[in-house]
């Protein structure tokens, strides 16, 4: 190849990297701008947001909005704040994540590993709930949910305990497992086609029973499966609005999105921009703790599953 040849190719590549970095610079801006324009607000006083530009940096920045969201924001006519429903959010994404997380787990491991007869079949029903739209799903939904209603009312009524049978963090937390099945168990299932079966098999002669060869074998090489799943469905599942209005959408024992959607439409007294920015901001947090912790595992984890070597 001649110099020309050579210079015009990387000239060629100079162009190249200049289109896509400034169609990446402009989407980030596009991406980024409603997030700093929120950031900024929540650190204003109303005076300042009323008088100014929302695009400037605070002139005298204050965490009383914060403060004010997390402990006084009125949701509806209750003013005490979000922090009664942050905590409802965290105890229906913890158990939601660990449970269909785990049970996607073995039914990747049974659908891979110990293969039966009609198993594609199977994989193929799971799979086809993917694509079942939430909003198809809440009549019968909320049948069954009334039913775990009277099982608990009958378990309350001869024994005294209803085992959470009755309560819409249970119900919610029920509804996301269901839900988040089909796509867990596409992600282990794909990871866990890739890996050597001989491994399995030699644990096998060895006399390795199905929950040793899971637990010793199958879950220590899985670290970076369970980190894709666990930020997509924890993020699912906090952002989650539907299911959550529609199944515990009232009272106390609203979820964050729900309260959150309630505190914008509030419609006594003066708008508090700042108040709702900051009370937005404190939603968004846990997702974004969760992807910046573990985001560096997310591609390595889909990767992993994609290509069999």
Known sequence: MSAAQVSGAARANMINRILIYGVLLIFAFVYLVPLFVMLMTSFKTMDEIQGGNMLAFPKSPTVQPWLRAWDEACVGLTCAGIKGYFVNSIKMVVPSVLISTMVGALNGYVLTKWRFRGHTLVFGLMLFACFIPFQSVLLPMATILGHFNELGQWFS?????????????????????????????????????????ELVRAAMVDGASFFQIFRRILLPNSVPIFVVTVIYQFTNIWNDFLFASAYAGTGDIMPMTVALNNIVNTSTGTVEYNVNMAAAMIAGLPTLFVYIVAGRYFVRGLMAGAVKG
């Open 157 to 197: 009524d001869h024994i005294g305990f209803s085992f959470g049978l009755e309560s819409s963090t249970v119900h919610l937390v029920f509804v996301h497992c269901v839900y988040g099945l089909g796509f867990t168990t596409l992600f282990f299932r794909n990871y866990y086609e890739a890996f050597p079966n």
